[in-house]
């Protein structure tokens, strides 16, 4: 198991140095240039020049770069062009949010996916195996914008179930900030005033955003339940008198899982960096609406920022799905 | 066994979200809240950094400047300072600060003040500190006289002061400065002024949160307003509908109708000074665009009436340029364009220029952009003018507007301060080529003679004669295609009261006098 996590650290630093290399390298090449949106949008042309001097905009390509990387290993970021705050605490504001609305969404997804996975492998070619597949198309083929705009007619404008907006009610006393999740720090200090509240608001854009990742998980589940179930040892377990359901989730779904586990792993990635759309939606406010933001901005540290936390959110997602694996399947072990 | 713990995971799940929904938030009946949507997160809230009108919303009711704008009036009124002189050279004035106006800490605003916040601007050296460049020295005279020297006449100035980028700063500011930032980095989320609001709380991503800064010298009627930040339209409208909201921005021109027959809500309609306009590339931009003749074919092809009423969906009027009606030196009679196709095929015609191509630069900026510009190219192939939509990101746009890469080009414009200087100098001076302001790339000898005197005498008749002098020669040229002046139009509830719009505070609120 350890040489795994070392190789995967080593490949972090070259995964880090080419993400920075290409989203620099692209950033710079883009016309447009940052200094042009802080002088606002009628500069005079010395203030220009001054704002393009106190940003380093003036120094060769290659200087810039190696300054942004001499920050990024002491741990600063750089300041963003925009909000005039460090990126790195810009992140740690807007990465909660996001993260926070991914497991709920991933929780969903694999909920009701595992679920209606197993059911359609069960019932093969059944009317619940067409209902079940066709709910779990409809995720992928709606787009989220679609989706979260009749979610919002109905579930909050006509029947005001749930909430249109935010992670929180205006007026709500917000939980002190300790890992960030609303629901987490809420129930940490026993608010479940606030507990419920961001409970609620998270739920529409949850299951909007996992409704997206469900299908895959759905396809990967019974794909691989359909595989599992035709085994002979599944045969002889049935044939010995063993339950039905109790055949399948003990038995069948096992060993089922273990390469459902890689889809999920990817989703779970998917989710991270694609829940811009939905945050925009759902005023939720994340990383992705930052970064949007930001790109509007030519705010360069920020958008770097934004995508090596992403891809390194990554790297340690798929290190995590390779080590469940060894944990799933003894046979991986040597 | 685990079938059964399905069902009571379910059963829990549709409790707890029974328990939710049940409890409705209806906090719509406090008087003492306000609610505004915005469209978008303020950048940086630094009054001597930010050159951002959603930063402004924010900053606007948290500092004071000397002077303030009277009403809805674009003229200025005494505000930190009861009184001031100025030199009859024009470049020295002179203010008299009222006294016992006090910072949210509870500190006096005072000369140093006044003195620190303009050279931390300048200092900073961004956006603001282009405006400010014309201050020579600040002088302290005693605790409540401060001394502006201008390096020359510039009447405009006491205008300028009453723009959000006058805000006076809290000197105690240095305390939180770090690696030299001259406190950039805390004022960029935190507020240190002597308006009558303070920002207490901001939720980045979510909200703003005002609450009456305790030291104020003025009392407002509303305890707290709270800043939303609201992506989506569709939830806006809803919201406002609900009565989350008091009043929503950002809705489209074209659900404004139907926003405005919602119960409870009213559309605020006021004379804006802001214009949409074309720039005409002149010195950069392709030969024909050279030629006065094209250019006014080109005037007269627009057809501007179904403009206004199918794009701005009726929320505009014509702009009779190139100053807007509302601000001095507005002329009605100014030479106008009217929409002639056989006129402007002849122009083209008798240019030698037909069949030229044009390509017309915008982005998506404005939502209604892309109608304008459809619009445009099928009014110009009307009269045999070719023209090639190049859509853009709005920071490219930026850039080609600056360096003149483009023929066409749509634009928005509003002044910073009530002066015609923000028009007649910014778009026609020949030294302001490019984002400066002068975007056609326009070069006259005799309009740059006119304007620059106009600039720097004091006397407001004589300015406003040597500004129509010019703006005949302007007109006449077609430097710029003046399309039309917008409407401000603002959907809140019926609620609100005692708004003012002033038009040189696009977008920006007077917080103080509001009740609901």
Same mark, same amino acid.
């Not at chain 2, 806006?236 to 659900?255: F, H, N, V, W, Y």
């Given at each position: 198991?350890?040489?795994?996590?070392?190789?995967?650290?080593?490949?972090?630093?070259?995964?880090?140095?080419?993400?920075?290399?290409?989203?620099?390298?692209?950033?710079?090449?883009?016309?447009?240039?940052?200094?042009?949106?802080?002088?606002?949008?009628?500069?005079?042309?010395?203030?220009?020049?001054?704002?393009?001097?106190?940003?380093?905009?003036?120094?060769?390509?290659?200087?810039?770069?190696?300054?942004?990387?001499?920050?990024?290993?002491?741990?600063?970021?750089?300041?963003?062009?925009?909000?005039?705050?460090?990126?790195?605490?810009?992140?740690?504001?807007?990465?909660?949010?996001?993260?926070?609305?991914?497991?709920?969404?991933?929780?969903?997804?694999?909920?009701?996916?595992?679920?209606?996975?197993?059911?359609?492998?069960?019932?093969?070619?059944?009317?619940?195996?067409?209902?079940?597949?066709?709910?779990?198309?409809?995720?992928?083929?709606?787009?989220?914008?679609?989706?979260?705009?009749?979610?919002?007619?109905?579930?909050?404008?006509?029947?005001?179930?749930?909430?249109?907006?935010?992670?929180?009610?205006?007026?709500?006393?917000?939980?002190?900030?300790?890992?960030?999740?609303?629901?987490?720090?809420?129930?940490?200090?026993?608010?479940?005033?606030?507990?419920?509240?961001?409970?609620?608001?998270?739920?529409?854009?949850?299951?909007?955003?996992?409704?997206?990742?469900?299908?895959?998980?759905?396809?990967?589940?019974?794909?691989?339940?359909?595989?599992?179930?035709?085994?002979?040892?599944?045969?002889?377990?049935?044939?010995?008198?063993?339950?039905?359901?109790?055949?399948?989730?003990?038995?069948?779904?096992?060993?089922?899982?273990?390469?459902?586990?890689?889809?999920?792993?990817?989703?779970?990635?998917?989710?991270?960096?694609?829940?811009?759309?939905?945050?925009?939606?759902?005023?939720?406010?994340?990383?992705?609406?930052?970064?949007?933001?930001?790109?509007?901005?030519?705010?360069?540290?920020?958008?770097?920022?934004?995508?090596?936390?992403?891809?390194?959110?990554?790297?340690?997602?798929?290190?995590?799905?390779?080590?469940?694996?060894?944990?799933?399947?003894?046979?991986?072990?040597? | 066994?685990?079938?059964?713990?399905?069902?009571?995971?379910?059963?829990?799940?549709?409790?707890?979200?029974?328990?939710?929904?049940?409890?409705?938030?209806?906090?719509?009946?406090?008087?003492?809240?306000?609610?505004?949507?915005?469209?978008?997160?303020?950048?940086?809230?630094?009054?001597?950094?930010?050159?951002?009108?959603?930063?402004?919303?924010?900053?606007?009711?948290?500092?004071?400047?000397?002077?303030?704008?009277?009403?809805?009036?674009?003229?200025?009124?005494?505000?930190?300072?009861?009184?001031?002189?100025?030199?009859?050279?024009?470049?020295?004035?002179?203010?008299?600060?009222?006294?016992?106006?006090?910072?949210?800490?509870?500190?006096?605003?005072?000369?140093?003040?006044?003195?620190?916040?303009?050279?931390?601007?300048?200092?900073?050296?961004?956006?603001?500190?282009?405006?400010?460049?014309?201050?020579?020295?600040?002088?302290?005279?005693?605790?409540?006289?401060?001394?502006?020297? /201008? $390096?020359?006449?510039?009447?405009?100035?006491?205008?300028?002061? =009453?723009?959000? #980028?006058?805000? *006076?700063? %809290?000197?105690?500011?240095?305390?939180?400065?770090?690696?030299?930032?001259?406190?950039?980095?805390?004022?960029?989320?935190?507020?240190?002024?002597?308006?009558?609001?303070?920002?207490?709380?901001?939720?980045?991503?979510?909200?703003?949160?005002?609450?009456?800064?305790?030291?104020?010298?003025?009392?407002?009627?509303?305890?707290?307003?709270?800043?939303?930040?609201?992506?989506?339209?569709?939830?806006?409208?809803?919201?406002?509908?609900?009565?989350?909201?008091?009043?929503?921005?950002?809705?489209?021109?074209?659900?404004?109708?139907?926003?405005?027959?919602?119960?409870?809500?009213?559309?605020?309609?006021?004379?804006?000074?802001?214009?949409?306009?074309?720039?005409?590339?002149?010195?950069?931009?392709?030969?024909? /665009? $050279?030629?006065?003749?094209?250019?006014?074919?080109?005037?007269? =092809?627009?057809? #501007?009436?179904? *403009?206004? %009423?199918?794009?701005?969906?009726?929320?505009?009027?014509?702009?009779?340029?190139?100053?807007?009606?509302?601000?001095?030196?507005?002329?009605?009679?100014?030479?106008?364009?009217?929409?002639?196709?056989?006129?402007?095929?002849?122009?083209?015609?008798?240019?030698?220029?037909?069949?030229?191509?044009?390509?017309?630069?915008?982005?998506?900026?404005?939502?209604?952009?892309?109608?304008?510009?459809?619009?445009?190219?099928?009014?110009?192939?009307?009269?045999?003018?070719?023209?090639?939509?190049?859509?853009?990101?709005?920071?490219?746009?930026?850039?080609?507007?600056?360096?003149?890469?483009?023929?066409?080009?749509?634009?928005?414009?509003?002044?910073?301060?009530?002066?015609?200087?923000?028009?007649?100098?910014?778009?026609?001076?020949?030294?302001?080529?490019?984002?400066?302001?002068?975007?056609?790339?326009?070069?006259?000898?005799?309009?740059?003679?006119?304007?620059?005197?106009?600039?720097?005498?004091?006397?407001?008749?004589?300015?406003?004669?040597?500004?129509?002098?010019?703006?005949?020669?302007?007109?006449?040229?077609?430097?710029?295609?003046?399309?039309?002046?917008?409407?401000?139009?603002?959907?809140?509830?019926?609620?609100?009261?005692?708004?003012?719009?002033?038009?040189?505070?696009?977008?920006?609120?007077?917080?103080?006098?509001?009740?609901?």
């Amino acid at each position: 198991m350890w040489p795994i996590i070392r190789n995967r650290l080593i490949m972090l630093v070259f995964v880090v140095f080419g993400v920075s290399f290409i989203t620099f390298l692209m950033s710079n090449v883009i016309p447009g240039d940052p200094a042009r949106m802080i002088v606002g949008p009628r500069g005079d042309q010395a203030t220009y020049q001054r704002i393009r001097e106190q940003l380093g905009l003036n120094d060769p390509l290659y200087v810039q770069y190696v300054d942004y990387m001499k920050g990024i290993f002491t741990g600063d970021l750089g300041t963003s062009i925009r909000t005039q705050q460090p990126v790195l605490d810009d992140l740690i504001t807007y990465f909660p949010a996001t993260l926070e609305l991914v497991i709920y969404a991933f929780l969903f997804a694999i909920f009701f996916g595992v679920m209606i996975g197993v059911i359609t492998a069960v019932k093969n070619n059944t009317k619940w195996d067409y209902i079940g597949r066709f709910f779990s198309i409809t995720g992928v083929s709606l787009p989220v914008f679609l989706s979260g705009l009749i979610f919002i007619i109905i579930f909050y404008g006509k029947l005001g179930w749930f909430p249109g907006s935010g992670r929180i009610d205006l007026f709500m006393e917000l939980p002190p900030r300790i890992t960030g999740l609303y629901t987490v720090d809420s129930l940490l200090v026993g608010n479940f005033e606030a507990f419920k509240n961001s409970l609620w608001h998270l739920i529409m854009p949850s299951i909007i955003l996992g409704y997206v990742q469900l299908s895959t998980i759905v396809r990967q589940v019974r794909s691989s339940m359909l595989d599992v179930l035709n085994q002979e040892y599944i045969r002889t377990a049935k044939a010995n008198g063993l339950s039905e359901w109790f055949l399948i989730i003990r038995y069948a779904l096992r060993n089922a899982l273990i390469p459902v586990i890689t889809v999920v792993g990817v989703s779970f990635g998917m989710l991270l960096g694609g829940a811009v759309v939905t945050e925009m939606i759902f005023n939720w406010p994340g990383m992705g609406k930052y970064v949007v933001e930001s790109i509007g901005f030519l705010d360069f540290p920020a958008i770097m920022g934004f995508t090596l936390l992403i891809s390194v959110g990554y790297v340690i997602i798929n290190l995590i799905v390779d080590l469940l694996y060894i944990v799933l399947d003894p046979r991986v072990r040597e | 066994m685990k079938k059964h713990l399905f069902f009571v995971v379910l059963g829990i799940l549709i409790l707890v979200l029974g328990a939710c929904s049940s409890e409705t938030q209806n906090d719509q009946g406090d008087k003492n809240r306000l609610v505004i949507a915005i469209s978008a997160e303020a950048g940086t809230l630094d009054p001597g950094v930010s050159m951002d009108n959603q930063a402004w919303k924010i900053t606007y009711p948290t500092y004071e400047r000397l002077v303030a704008y009277d009403g809805d009036k674009t003229t200025v009124k005494p505000a930190l300072a009861k009184d001031w002189e100025i030199s009859d050279d024009g470049k020295t004035y002179t203010f008299f600060l009222n006294e016992g106006h006090k910072f949210a800490d509870g500190t006096e605003v005072d000369a140093e003040a006044v003195k620190f916040s303009f050279e931390r601007t300048l200092k900073i050296g961004k956006g603001p500190s282009g405006l400010y460049s014309i201050i020579d020295n600040i002088e302290v005279v005693d605790p409540y006289t401060v001394k502006f020297e /201008l $390096k020359n006449a510039f009447p405009p100035f006491i205008s300028t002061l =009453a723009a959000n #980028y006058g805000a *006076i700063v %809290n000197p105690k500011v240095m305390e939180h400065e770090k690696d030299g930032d001259l406190g950039q980095g805390y004022l960029s989320a935190n507020t240190m002024g002597s308006g009558p609001y303070q920002l207490e709380e901001y939720n980045k991503g979510q909200y703003y949160k005002l609450t009456v800064n305790p030291h104020s010298a003025v009392k407002p009627n509303i305890d707290t307003v709270y800043f939303r930040i609201s992506s989506d339209v569709s939830e806006t409208r809803i919201s406002l509908e609900k009565g989350e909201i008091d009043i929503a921005e950002g809705i489209p021109a074209d659900q404004l109708d139907e926003v405005g027959q919602m119960d409870g809500v009213k559309l605020v309609q006021k004379p804006s000074l802001l214009v949409d306009y074309v720039y005409m590339n002149i010195g950069k931009g392709t030969d024909a /665009l $050279k030629s006065k003749e094209f250019r006014q074919g080109i005037s007269h =092809a627009i057809d #501007y009436d179904s *403009i206004i %009423n199918e794009t701005m969906q009726g929320f505009a009027s014509r702009f009779v340029g190139p100053v807007p009606e509302g601000l001095w030196g507005h002329n009605p009679d100014s030479k106008v364009y009217e929409y002639d196709v056989d006129k402007a095929k002849e122009l083209i015609q008798a240019s030698g220029f037909e069949g030229a191509e044009l390509d017309l630069l915008y982005s998506d900026n404005k939502p209604y952009w892309e109608e304008l510009a459809l619009t445009i190219q099928s009014n110009l192939e009307q009269v045999g003018v070719k023209v090639n939509l190049t859509k853009v990101a709005y920071p490219t746009m930026r850039e080609k507007i600056d360096i003149g890469e483009f023929d066409l080009c749509v634009g928005v414009w509003s002044p910073d301060y009530g002066d015609p200087y923000m028009f007649m100098n910014y778009w026609f001076d020949s030294d302001n080529w490019g984002l400066a302001g002068n975007r056609s790339f326009y070069a006259n000898d005799e309009v740059d003679q006119l304007i620059r005197k106009a600039a720097t005498i004091s006397d407001q008749a004589e300015r406003e004669e040597l500004y129509k002098q010019a703006q005949e020669i302007i007109n006449e040229e077609a430097v710029y295609i003046y399309i039309d002046q917008q409407q401000f139009t603002l959907p809140m509830s019926e609620d609100v009261k005692g708004f003012v719009y002033n038009p040189m505070l696009e977008g920006i609120y007077n917080l103080a006098e509001m009740t609901k």
